[in-house]
Nanobody, 124 residues
Framework: VQLQASGGGLVMAGGSLRLSCAASGRAFSRDTMGWFRQAPGKEREFVAGITWSSSSKYYRESVKGRFTISRDSAKNTVYLQMNNLKPEDTAVYSC??????????????????WGQGTQVTVSR
């Protein structure tokens, strides 16, 4: 089972990136998916999550109105569209799957499958 995150890179403040998380080895179409990030010297933090039906989406306060999470179950892929990026968004972004709960949890410990992460760097 593998979650492969991609789409990171270097962008200027105000720019956009779209992250993708492709799953293989297991279908995650019935699972809650989440994006987390970790900046150097800081703890991993929740960014956004989406339930299996896409009926519920949840964002951390600082990204509301700028980030959008979505999923394509047919492609077993989850996306994170990030607009109006700020330097404080710089971090390694990872996707994760929670195969137990049918709601979005913000706790990293509730997610039992993790991808390897992709670096997002936002310059001033």
């Amino acid at each position: 089972v593998q979650l492969q995150a991609s789409g990171g890179g270097l962008v200027m403040a105000g720019g956009s990136l779209r992250l993708s998380c492709a799953a293989s080895g297991r279908a995650f179409s019935r699972d809650t998916m989440g994006w987390f990030r970790q900046a150097p010297g800081k703890e991993r933090e929740f960014v956004a999550g989406i339930t299996w039906s896409s009926s519920s989406k949840y964002y951390r306060e600082s990204v509301k109105g700028r980030f959008t999470i979505s999923r394509d179950s047919a492609k077993n892929t989850v996306y994170l569209q990030m607009n109006n990026l700020k330097p404080e968004d710089t971090a390694v972004y990872s996707c994760a799957a929670d195969t137990i709960r049918n709601y979005v949890s913000t706790a990293p410990s509730d997610y039992n499958y993790w991808g390897q992460g992709t670096q997002v760097t936002v310059s001033r």
